[in-house]
């Protein structure tokens, strides 16, 4: 296969015009030295020779005459060059920069965008505008290095036919072959070095700073200053060398004309030129459509677990970001909290399960965090992402790695008629558990490459893919379909990846020579391969189009990790013929996850914030600036810097934005319902700065504060005498005696226990949802028809808890009626199944039962004349609501308008009230109405009053819900509307009471009349 270039998207030629047009008023022409030739001897290959003195005192001489060194040279002024910049950031919608504060200049692209390819045309442009001939490409691993090389190798053909056939020389720096870096400097034509910083920033043992015969006793660096090479840095981020800045200062040795820094997370944002960034990438279709497929854990909470998250060594004490189960009101919920050394878990948790468990020695070095976590057997220690006390890890590997499978031959039935060859990519913890090896230096399949060779088979018979394995022996094909890549030691075996010394990089290198040379291999049907394993070795550099699949069976621990995974899946697939194919349908990458979606959007957001600067929901003063205008003479300028302040200036005087910029939900409200204005000066642009700050501003999701209003009562109706007869039969408050039999409640607990929800395993429910990226932030919208699915999975060995003392502080029944309870229960083999689970169901259910036989015994009395609620409460208490949820210009009501609380129900019942002329009056009783009871206070809906043949005056407390059936309702809700029946019937003294009765709908009334 032969992948083929698209030489006019607009936003890679946008890109390298960005860049191209900060020399603009530069005139071709380049500069010119001297370089020492080389001795005779050397030259002739004769050095090893005793020629006597034949050569030798013009070899010592060096030969008078030597050789030219051609350079790149800059005319341009400073003011000239940030008068460049400035139109550039103009055009491109930057914040503008005041002062060249050095050469740094800064293109911003996401990841699969095309980054390589848009630093390498940018070298042919620069050269053909300004005939600019020396290019140094600096990245920080070898994985890039390969992968740049590899860019320069298959787009040769394309560049030379784009810029007339013009010559170029690449080559990757080795310090054993520094008459490279010679003809670096001599040669008239095009000429890249792509070079790795660990190779050029040790000064001390770099042959590059060294005198050297390879290079006529020249020190190479000084070879490389006198050209003033353009610098390309690759992830810049990663070649800085953080605070001692070491990658900073080898850069600095070269003598740069100008440094172009390229990256979708920089660090250091100098001067930018041109942004791409994460939301515009999404928002044009440029890179895969997200979706996570989660598995998340449910009811595994029956061991001490804790989860080493971070560590933190600010100005106050060390500690460390945890994960741990927490007892959280009734149930346990896994959650984050930090901790320091000493802290008792058991204590933060308030649970019993972590009796004797402390955080021990915390140590937070950037590159060696550690956790210690002290436990009744022992002390434990955790790196960043290990965990104490989980799920057999093993058993969800295992669910993951098939769900990645099913995924994977999913699309593949879909896209493989479309000449799409699907891959998956996994990412694994150690190399051992893909591939280990005997004392004999023998290969032995780990536990990841048998489970995988296990789950393919498995797949393989399900029915929904039988078409897929016709004629396929499945004893070969599930080994051939999957290999691994990882760094190779001397011994040819594989390795966890460093690349932190030179014998990791070596290793490193091995790897990556195979992985680049299979590259377009792995895009054809013709190779079996479609499933790759890796440790670190495809964190950067290695991006194959046609991943579909991604899979973490590590921790997504560190801050850029989610990002940096998907990375490795974003660009756009390719067809058999190379070339690439566009659009959401096509291309989606699914991220198989062990952390909900939810929780994957919320962490991919931060990441895209901290990573990027992208300010989600933030407007910026030059927000506006790149927005067309038509001038007077016809042509099309942009608003500019001054105009764009203007408006933010206007925005945040209004109240739509904060002093920092932050959308306030005012202007959410003000783009959604179109009362959005600008001053009169500027309104000839409101329509362009309105879809701008809608891109911005995200979804609008409050209510309407302008919505809000006060509802007054309608005075004749609250006064007349109906509503007063209405009022004196429910209007008096009661008190209660409650009285139950011990003996039944036993019995009914332990009934309810024996015939309640059934106690699983430890569980992993699927769920799957798709990610929107927008300039309002990382939205997840699940949409999957199987989400929702569970599978069971084990958690080994469960020390079980005290669960008579857990019960008694849930239900404050004494032990003795606990043990009663979960003897007659029968159902002790689900506690020894899941202890978490049957504690939580078994206190809920005795609770429950609880609560019905204090209703089953509850009496309620009036209490007397004097005590009750009085009617001008209605016009005291204030009553206010949303104009969308009421029901507006009630006629027979005691309120102008009848707010209610469910949509569907209340507001129909409303209607009908309304409607039906049996009604008289009626009222929504305000939150104030309460009828005490022992689960809480409770508030019924209505009093209404109904007159029946235009004589018969009935009165009515009525409860609506959506089913008149008590088991439809929740225990306490369906409790307290018991306890509601009580009360009125205490109050029913006079002969025609108000009777109390649940409705959904007008009929169930009439029917009472």
Known sequence: MKLHFEPDLDYQKLAIESVADLFRGQEINRTEFTVTRRPLAERTGQGSLDLGGFLGAQGELGLVESELGIGNRLTLLDDE??????????????????????????VEMETGTGKTYVYVRTIFELNRRYGFTKFVIVVPSVAIKEGVYKTLQITEEHFKGLYSGQPFDYFLYDSGKLGQVRNFATSPNIQIMVVTVGAINKKDVNNLYKDSEKTGGERPIDLIRATRPILIVDEPQSVDGGLEGRGRSALAEMNPLCTLRYSATHVDKHHMVFRLDAVDAYERKLVKQIEVASMEVEG????????????????????????????????????????QDGDDLQELTKRAVYADCRIGEIRAAKDSQLLEVKLPGGETFLSPGEAVGDVDADAMKRLMIRRTIQEHLEKEKRLAPLGIKVLSLFFIDAVEHYRSYDEDGNPTKGKYARIFEEEYRRAAKLPEFVSLFKEVDLTSEAEEVHDGYFSIDKARRWIDTADNNQAGRDNAERAYNLIMKDKEKLLGFETKLKFIFSHSALKEGWDNPNVFQICALREMGTERERRQTIGRGLRLCVNQQGERLRGFEVNTLTVVATESYEEFAENLQKEIERDTGIKFGIVEKHQFAAIPVAKADGSTGMLGFDVSAAIFEHLKTQGFVDPKGKVQDTLRAALKDGTFALPKELEGHVAAVRELLKKVAGKLDIKNADERVVVKTRQAILESAEFQA???????????????????????????????????????????????????GVEATERDKNSGMIVTIEEGDIALPDVLTDLQDRTQLTRKSLVRILTECGRLKDFKRNPQAFIEIAGEVINRTKRLALVDGIKYQRIGDEHYYAQELFQQEELTGYLRNMLKDATKSVFEHVVYDSGGVERTFAEQLEKNESVKIYAKLPAWFKVPTPLGTYNPDWAVLVEVSGEERLYFVIETKGSLFTDDLRDNEAAKIMCGEAHFKALEIDPNPARYIKATKIDDLMERC
């Open 81 to 106: 060059i940030i008068g460049n910049l400035n139109d550039i950031q103009l055009r491109n919608g930057l914040a503008p920069s005041t002062a060249l504060t050095s050469g740094d200049f800064t």
């Open 726 to 776: 209405l009022w004196d039969r429910i209007k008096h408050k009661t008190t209660y005696r409650v009285h139950f039999n011990n003996e039944k409640l036993i019995a009914d607990c332990a009934k309810a226990i024996a015939n309640g929800p059934p106690v699983s395993k430890a569980r992993v429910r699927i769920r799957k949802a798709d990610l929107s990226i927008g300039q309002g």
């Open 300 to 339: 595994g909470y029956n061991k001490a677990y804790v989860r080493f998250v971070s560590a933190s060594n600010g100005k106050g004490p060390v500690t460390a970001r945890v994960e741990i189960d927490v007892q959280d009101g009734k149930a346990v919920r896994r959650k984050e909290v930090v901790v």
